[in-house]
């Protein structure tokens, strides 16, 4: 079980050492000291770790993709300035903010001292930091150019977290406006139809059959409310998980390429990652072919992962890339013919990244006709649903208002 001790030494020019170090034992320490050639003077146990890093609590804050940025950029800019990896991973430890990172970076800090290059080290926290990332260390080590490519990293991650942040902020007024219709819906069945409904049953009048069902639904969601949670909490379970195999991840990504308006975002969405990422690869000196297969993952788009496994297998045969990404018949025209271009120039990565630049610009675009259509609809749903309501209990009260007259 990781601990944490912290020892005094003197380093080889006789200036004295204070510092923590995370370890199995004390012995480790000593044998990392050793290898330094510092004189131990003192190790103290300082605590124990009784989680794994990353397994903090259910409820823990994530690691967020802008937290992986502020880590590459900040992690660049030490390496950058000639700071020693292992000093620079010490201080990035003690400034993250984020706590499962924060711990996650100690982890790594520790591993760094025994031996470990980075990429080692990141791999042993693949719950932590995304597989592209390691990749591209891992690269970066072997041209000796990683502070560049953890540069080229925190921009691919800052760009990919205004993608995030449009989407979701695209997505607020829809799920406000949704659950107000929601909780609008069961105020009236719980809480006003009830009171109707005495009235109506003792009137003696023959009810209409809006008026009938709109009671039947009152009186289950008021009696038997319990089974509609349990019936829709294990629908959206089975969704969920069903969303998280390969063929049910295939089939919704395959509907939300249908829905209209919907359908351009999401291909623009994956067009701009896939370009992006690529590029990104590309430019840090890996192949063509494992940087097609991590950019196609990147999308978590699973047409886009299914395309491109055949497209990577005719690659390896000498075949163009624009005409075999035409063949996937998924990527915008202007994609092909930027790929076509960048083939024929020697210049792919930066045509890639110009094609990305376009279409986070377009998404934009995309995002406003796509909500431009979806609040009225939700709005004219909503309406329609509530109108029912209100016809429904005042359809009796017309017939009575008949009667007595």
Not at 15 to 39: C, Q
Not at 60 to 79: A, E, P, R
Not at 162 to 171: L, V, W
Not at 315 to 335: A, D, E, Q, R
Request: aromatic share 8%; hydrophobic share 45%; with cysteine.
């Amino acid at each position: 079980m990781v601990a944490v001790y912290k020892y005094k030494a003197i380093d080889n020019t006789g200036r004295p050492i204070e510092a923590e170090f995370h370890a199995n034992t004390k012995d480790e320490v000593l044998s990392m000291l050793r290898e330094k050639g510092y004189t131990p003077v003192k190790i103290e146990l300082q605590e124990q770790k009784s989680k794994d890093v990353g397994d903090i609590g259910l409820f823990q804050k994530k690691v967020k993709i802008k937290d992986i940025s502020v880590f590459c950029k900040q992690l660049y800019t030490m390496l950058n300035a000639g700071m020693p990896l292992s000093n620079a991973l010490d201080v990035l430890a003690d400034q993250t903010e984020n706590k499962v990172l924060r711990l996650t970076t100690k982890d790594v800090y520790s591993q760094v001292q025994t031996g470990a290059v980075l990429s080692q080290a990141m791999k042993k926290h693949k719950k932590i930091f995304p597989n592209l990332l390691i990749t591209m260390v891992e690269a970066g080590e072997m041209t000796g150019n990683l502070d560049n490519v953890l540069a080229k990293m925190s921009e691919h991650y800052e760009k990919e977290n205004k993608i995030n942040s449009k989407i979701k902020g695209a997505m607020v007024y829809p799920a406000v406006l949704s659950v107000a219709a929601v909780a609008v819906v069961i105020f009236l069945l719980t809480f006003i139809m009830p009171t109707f409904t005495g009235m109506f049953t003792s009137s003696g009048v023959e009810l209409p059959l809006p008026t009938r069902i709109l009671m039947g639904i009152s009186d289950a969601i008021k009696n038997y409310w319990y089974i509609f949670i349990a019936v829709i909490g294990t629908i959206i379970f089975s969704i969920n998980r069903y969303g998280k195999t390969e063929t049910g991840k295939r089939q919704f990504d395959n509907l939300k390429l249908r829905i209209p308006v919907v359908g351009s975002s999401v291909t623009k969405i994956a067009t701009s990652r896939f370009t992006r990422t690529l590029s990104t690869l590309m430019a840090s000196g890996i192949p063509i072919v494992p940087a097609m297969e991590a950019a196609a993952n990147v999308t978590n788009n699973q047409i886009v992962i299914d395309g491109m496994k055949k497209v990577v297998e005719d690659v390896k045969k000498g075949l163009s890339i624009s005409y075999l990404l035409k063949t996937m018949h998924f990527f915008p025209p202007m994609v092909i013919s930027m790929v076509g271009i960048g083939e024929e120039s020697g210049s792919l990565e930066d045509m890639l990244s110009k094609t990305a630049d376009y279409y986070d610009e377009e998404l934009d675009a995309s995002i406003q006709r796509m909500l431009a259509l979806l609040e009225p609809a939700l709005i004219i749903v909503m309406g329609g649903i509530v109108g029912f309501i209100v016809i429904s209990m005042m359809l009796p009260i017309f017939d009575l208002s008949s009667t007595v007259q």
